[in-house]
């Protein structure tokens, strides 16, 4: 019998969203994401469901973002890349309906959160992170690019640090991704059992002010995130970052000799060109677009990506391989040229 990828429960007025496939940290199935739509339409009218609880199962994480080796296929033929379209209209969709959601979401970003698992809680009212979190849109390791919202998203993030999320895939912790306006409160592992218990356990029938009552019950929990390495860094990094171009950031970032311009610089040369242009300008687009033109744009990029033999070459390299070598169509920034980095957009 095939596991239940997703699993689904009600009581005490809450509807819980649970993530099962704890062996690949939850990456994000087409079943899957077709199952959280349906539910979660079906939620959304159902009088008896007063908000919703999304947690992934397993000791490493929430969700490490879509099911990678599944897009890989999009290459083998026609019918393959569609489905992999399919998968990402579908994803767009479901984490559009989070953002726009009439009932409470209360998302617990425990562990690993990245790409498709940001996606799905990013929308979310109440956003929980811990001393495990590592948050992170890690698209650009595998010559992709930030997508599930992302170029709206991040240009909500503080000065330029949206732009260096996006362009270096940098993971980051709990207290960053508050500072990042990922999150919005840091709960200690040791008390999260006792925290969820607390929610769960509550009878939420009857309840009038649903919103104020778990804010409530939140603060009894949250503890002090500490100090923020992106806030350490805020200035420096809107130094780096405030430019057009990506050779006039890596022109910036060599005008220094600090150890985290340095890491930077490395970090950025070690991605596909074409994804650094790309997102960069995606980026920029973002930047007056509303949610749904932002996911409309993230569906044509993704179909452009999964026709670039660079996208192939860095999940090669990546998940397929492992041998971190990837061998890039475009090697340097100076190969990709204005003209093709529209054609993405078209």
Same mark, same amino acid.
């Given at each position: ?10 009581? +005490? ?31 959304? +009218? &159902?009088?008896? /469901? ?6 992934? +199962? ?13 897009? %890989?296929?999009?290459?083998? +033929?026609?019918?393959?890349? $569609?489905?992999?379209?399919? =998968? ?10 989070? %953002? ?21 809680? %990013? ?21 992709? =690019?930030? @997508? ?7 240009? $909500? ?9 996006? !362009? ?10 508050? %500072? ?22 509550? &009878? ?52 220094? @000799? ?32 509303? !949610?749904?033109?932002? =996911? @409309?744009? @993230?569906? /044509?990029?993704?179909?452009? =990506? ?41």
């Amino acid at each position: 019998m095939e596991q239940d990828v997703v699993l689904f429960s009600e009581k +005490n007025g809450i509807g819980t969203i649970e993530l099962n496939r704890p062996k690949a940290i939850n990456s994000l199935s087409q079943r899957m994401i077709e199952l959280i739509h349906q539910q979660l339409t079906a939620w959304k +009218n &159902d009088s008896n /469901i007063k908000f919703i609880l999304f947690s992934g +199962n397993g000791p490493k994480g929430f969700c490490a973002g879509g099911d990678i080796k599944t897009l %890989y296929q999009a290459k083998e +033929n026609e019918s393959k890349y $569609q489905q992999a379209i399919q =998968f990402f209209q579908l994803e767009y969709e479901t984490d559009a309906l989070i %953002y726009h959601y009439p009932k409470p979401i209360l998302a617990i970003l425990d562990g690993v959160t990245m790409g498709g698992g940001v996606g799905l809680t %990013y929308g979310a009212s109440h956003r929980i992170v811990t001393e495990r979190t590592k948050w992170a849109m890690p698209e650009m390791n595998i010559g992709f =690019f930030p @997508d599930v919202g992302a170029s709206y998203f991040f240009n $909500q993030a503080p000065g330029k640090i949206g732009y260096y999320l996006a !362009l270096s895939a940098s993971v980051i912790s709990g207290s960053d991704a508050i %500072y990042a306006n990922a999150a919005d409160h840091y709960i200690k592992t040791d008390t999260l059992d006792t925290f969820i218990h607390e929610i769960t356990e509550k &009878d939420w029938t009857s309840e009038t002010n649903i919103n104020q009552t778990i804010d409530s019950i939140v603060q009894k929990f949250t503890a002090s995130p500490g100090q923020s390495s992106l806030e350490n860094h805020h200035s420096e990094i809107d130094e780096y970052f405030s430019h057009s171009t990506l050779e006039e950031i890596i022109t910036s970032l060599e005008s220094t @000799d600090s150890d985290f311009a340095n890491k930077t610089k490395q970090l950025l040369l070690s991605k596909s060109p074409i994804s650094l242009k790309v997102t960069l300008e995606q980026l920029r687009r973002g930047k007056d677009k509303s !949610l749904e033109a932002c =996911f @409309d744009m @993230d569906l /044509i990029l993704a179909k452009n =990506f999964l026709k670039s033999t660079d996208f192939y070459e860095g999940v090669r390299s990546i998940v397929i391989d492992k041998d971190k070598k990837p061998n890039y169509q475009y090697k340097k920034l100076d190969d990709v040229k204005a003209d093709l980095v529209e054609s993405y957009f078209n």
